[in-house]
């Protein structure tokens, strides 16, 4: 039953396959020695994940957050999985990839199984290579070559193609875990060896053994004796062995795995055959769920359909052993797919005992889209009114919410730094300012949804119109700052967009209670579902992947956690900036009045926002003169610290700490000092330090300023006035969304305005493009037509 396979230990058929495979397939990857810790190595490009794998068996994980404690793992690689599309011979790129992953957990110090199908496809190509090479040569010759082509291959039979492919299959394998200094030991099983008790001991003894001995189990049925599958030979509470799936069941609860991952042709499980129209991917499944799932066909090679796998990974779950059903088969993807399950990322159908409280993320989506169209639907005057509402609620209520409020800066302190516990603090005049904005974005939305933009005659009784239209459903994630949720809230609503909601955890009690107060407000108009916030244990990557619910992400953060969703956002468009290096230019026109005023609001007033000053340029002429002294005092008294530009550095006989990067956003009390020559030189500085979002000239003389407004090209430029005048409750749009720094769409300070799109509705009576064909009846007017204004009186 058993059959350890040496390095040097390959059959002539895998002697002669082994340098094609080791040259093509499997990626030659040089580990390292291993340190002290057993079985740890650091060779592969994929992420280690350095959290503690011991763990009591018994129930399964309820969430897949914990999948990353797994210990035991057994990866079931199904036959589409691991052959060709022409079922004949292995997909040896798609192999050698997973043995990869196989091996990054294995050196991570988890006991990885595999149970693998294969060799009969293997087989198959083997024999059908020596029976083409049986045929007589002269004969071949003699009928020429278009005879030679359509020579006959018999049917061959799966139990001796299984019993010609084992040894090869398993050559491969041991020469791919060879790569990466791991062993790999076979074993042949059929359902007999799980009935027999004696034979059960043994096999566990021996799997143990080699999991003991850091060896990689490699289990498969033994087709070339097993017999046909009888129909309903289930015993009560047992399994029965009849294809891999019920098999790498069976070996998990055996072995009280912690986890099951079945790799198939499919992404998971689907409510309905996929391919057809409504099939929807399901991410989580519950024991009982199987009414609502209606099965196809099974996979185009292999014994077992989805039906079977379904029925092996309850059984697994039911035994103790969490299950993940996913695709191993897209180039995309497979590549990291046993990872990305074991990292927690949302990837196929996780199975659970444990049904969450509330909707699912995805239920949350196709909720606030269509509460979203709901409130779309509205007449402006009510949208005004819930927000109006909301305004009053969180003057009302103020006692609640800094209560909820107080619980999150207990919990806070001592784990945030002080510029984010400032973030997460509410107070009564924070309540009171946040009403005033949703009360001017109450204003501002009489004219929003619905307005008409341009009107066009295009023909004799045919007009044309573009209105404008909310964009749809919004992902706005937000770290700290539970003031951004009404604010958010309250321009989703004036704009009639659905919204989902995702705050940090350190901000969890205040978001509660202003999300309740939200759904408060809107459900005097029947809305409430338009605003949805998210509780589960979703991940931003995970949601960032919601590509089919969500039409934008603004993330209102640190400039790290943009970039991350930035990078994770995969088809959804992302609204921000990833930095806000914003930069100050004192000209050698400017007044001293004026100067220390401005530089001291912008960099201190609150260091912590995006829109305050980083970089602080000094003309040349005004180097070693009060004003430049005055500035210089004015910082050491705010105690802000000072880096030297190397142009400034180099004018100084003890000068402060030179720069690492022009580009740095200090985001505390820190700034950076550089000397320029000119305004040119300034705008140049900039463009290429600069990100884009806000910046600044200080000067008397209003040609300099034109010509620097004219000539930055950022977000927001300013002449005379703080850097934190860049925000959207300041600019008078009531608040904002955030700030984009992006080209496209909406720029700088987002607010209302941001939030929409257009459409285009065009009326006609029974008009038709032939009409306006060369010799057609009719002839394009294109004719500017007066837009309509609205009155809100």
Same mark, same amino acid.
């Given at each position: 039953? !058993?059959?350890?396979? +040496? #390095?040097?230990?390959f ?7 082994? @340098? ?18 057993? +079985? ?6 994929? &992420? ?24 035991r ?16 011979g292995?997909?040896l ?17 988890r006991?990885?199984?595999?149970v693998?199908s294969g060799?009969? %496809? ?30 006959a ?14 040894s ?7 020469a791919? =875990? ?6 790999? %030991? ?5 359902n007999?060896?799980?009935?027999d008790?004696q ?7 021996t799997?143990?053994?080699?999991l ?32 891999n ?5 069976? $070996?998990?609860?055996?072995?009280k ?16 055959? &996929? ?11 519950y ?7 209606? =099965?196809g ?56 005992e ?12 196709e909720?606030?889209?269509?509460g979203?169209?709901?409130l779309?639907?509205?007449?402006p ?6 927000? +109006? ?8 209520? #103020? ?35 946040? %009403?005033?904005?949703?009360r ?14 341009? #009107?066009?005659r ?15 459903? !919004?992902l /706005?994630? =937000?770290e ?18 659905? $919204? ?5 955890k350190?901000a ?35 949601l *960032?992947? !919601?590509d ?6 603004? &993330?209102?953060?640190?400039?790290q ?20 290096? *914003? ?6 026109? %400017? ?12 960099? *201190? ?6 829109n305050?000053l ?47 990067? !022009? ?9 950076c ?19 884009? +979002? ?22 927001c430029?300013?002449w ?5 005048f ?41 008009? /038709? /493009?032939s009409? =306006? ?12 037509? @007066?837009?309509p ?5």
């Amino acid at each position: 039953m !058993l059959r350890y396979l +040496h #390095r040097s230990g390959f059959q002539p058929f895998s002697q002669r396959l082994l @340098p094609w495979v080791q040259s093509v397939a499997v990626p030659r990857l040089h580990p390292v020695q291993p340190p002290a810790v057993r +079985h740890v190595r650091s060779w592969s490009n994929i &992420p280690f994940i350095t959290v503690p794998l011991s763990r009591a068996h018994g129930k399964p994980f309820a969430h897949r957050s914990e999948l990353k404690h797994a210990k035991r793992i057994v990866v079931k690689l199904g036959s589409a999985v691991v052959t060709r599309g022409d079922e004949c011979g292995l997909a040896l790129g798609r192999l050698a990839s997973i043995v990869e992953q196989v091996s990054v957990l294995q050196n991570q110090g988890r006991e990885m199984m595999l149970v693998t199908s294969g060799a009969v %496809a293997f087989g198959k190509q083997r024999l059908r290579h020596e029976i083409l090479l049986s045929q007589s040569v002269r004969q071949a010759l003699h009928s020429g070559q278009n005879q030679l082509k359509e020579l006959a291959i018999p049917v061959l039979e799966a139990r001796a193609c299984a019993a010609a492919g084992q040894s090869g299959l398993m050559a491969l394998y041991e020469a791919m =875990f060879t790569q990466y200094s791991i062993c790999a %030991a076979q074993i042949l099983v059929t359902n007999l060896d799980f009935h027999d008790e004696q034979k059960r001991r043994n096999l566990n003894g021996t799997l143990h053994e080699l999991l003991r001995m850091n060896i990689v189990p490699i289990v498969n049925t033994n087709d070339a004796v097993v017999p046909p599958a009888e129909p309903n030979s289930d015993l009560q509470g047992v399994i029965s062995v009849k294809d891999n799936d019920s098999l790498a069941a069976r $070996l998990a609860v055996e072995m009280k795995t912690d986890l099951l991952i079945v790799l198939s042709d499919v992404e998971g499980l689907f409510d309905s055959p &996929p391919g057809t129209d409504d099939a929807k991917l399901i991410d989580i499944f519950y024991p009982g769920d199987q009414q609502s799932v209606t =099965f196809g066909t099974k996979s185009r090679v292999g014994l077992g359909g989805m039906e079977a796998k379904v029925k092996a990974a309850l059984w697994a779950l039911q035994g103790g052993t969490s299950v993940v059903i996913a695709n191993g088969t897209h180039p995309k993807v497979s590549g990291h797919v046993i990872t990305d399950i074991v990292e927690g990322k949302k990837v196929g159908t996780f199975f659970s005992e444990v049904k969450p409280a509330g909707p699912t993320v995805e239920q949350q989506g196709e909720m606030a889209r269509s509460g979203g169209r709901m409130l779309a639907t509205l007449e402006p005057e009510q949208r005004a009114e819930i927000i +109006h509402h909301l305004a009053d609620l969180l003057t009302d209520q #103020r006692e609640e919410i800094l209560l909820a409020n107080k619980k999150d800066l207990e919990e806070a302190e001592g784990r945030l730094a002080s510029p984010l516990l400032k973030r997460l603090s509410l107070s009564t005049s924070k309540l009171n300012s946040l %009403a005033i904005g949703l009360r001017q974005i109450a204003a501002s939305s009489q004219d929003s949804v619905g307005r008409v933009l341009r #009107r066009t005659r295009v023909a004799k009784n045919l007009e044309l119109e573009q209105v404008t239209v909310p964009i749809g459903v !919004l992902l /706005v994630i =937000f770290e700290s700052r539970p003031d951004c949720l009404p604010q958010v809230a309250a321009l989703a609503i004036a704009s009639g967009n659905g $919204l989902l909601l995702k705050g940090g955890k350190e901000a969890a009690h205040s978001n509660r209670i202003l999300h309740l107060l939200t759904q408060e407000a809107l459900s005097i108009h029947g809305v409430k579902d338009a605003i949805q916030l998210v509780n589960t244990r979703e991940e931003v990557e995970d949601l *960032c992947r !919601l590509d089919k619910i969500i039409d934008l992400i603004i &993330p209102r953060g640190s400039s790290q956690l943009v970039r991350d969703i930035q990078k994770a956002a995969k088809g959804i468009p992302v609204m921000g900036h990833s930095e806000g290096i *914003c930069h100050m230019y004192v000209d050698s026109e %400017a007044s001293v009045d004026k100067v220390t005023r401005l530089v001291r609001d912008s960099k *201190c007033e609150y260091p912590a926002a995006c829109n305050a000053l980083e970089t602080l340029l000094i003309h040349r002429d005004l180097l070693r003169t009060p004003l430049f002294d005055q500035i210089i005092d004015m910082l050491r008294v705010e105690q802000v610290k000072i880096h030297a530009g190397p142009k400034f550095a180099s004018y100084l006989t003890f000068s402060p700490s030179e720069v690492k990067s !022009l580009r740095i956003e200090y985001g505390d009390l820190e700034v950076c000092i550089e000397v320029v020559d000119s305004v040119q030189e300034a705008i140049d500085h900039i463009h290429k330090y600069g990100s884009s +979002h806000t910046d600044v000239i200080v000067t008397e003389n209003e040609k300099t300023a034109e010509f620097f407004l004219q000539h930055v090209d950022s977000a927001c430029v300013f002449w005379n006035a703080s850097t934190r005048f860049s925000d959207g409750y300041r600019f008078g749009l009531g608040a904002e969304v955030g700030i984009s720094t992006s080209r496209i769409h909406a720029r700088g300070p987002v607010g209302l305005e941001g939030l929409l799109t257009t459409k285009w509705l065009l009326r006609g009576q029974d008009h /038709v /493009v032939s009409d =306006f064909s060369e010799h057609g009846s009719l002839k394009y007017l294109h004719e500017n037509l @007066p837009v309509p204004q609205r009155n809100f009186s």
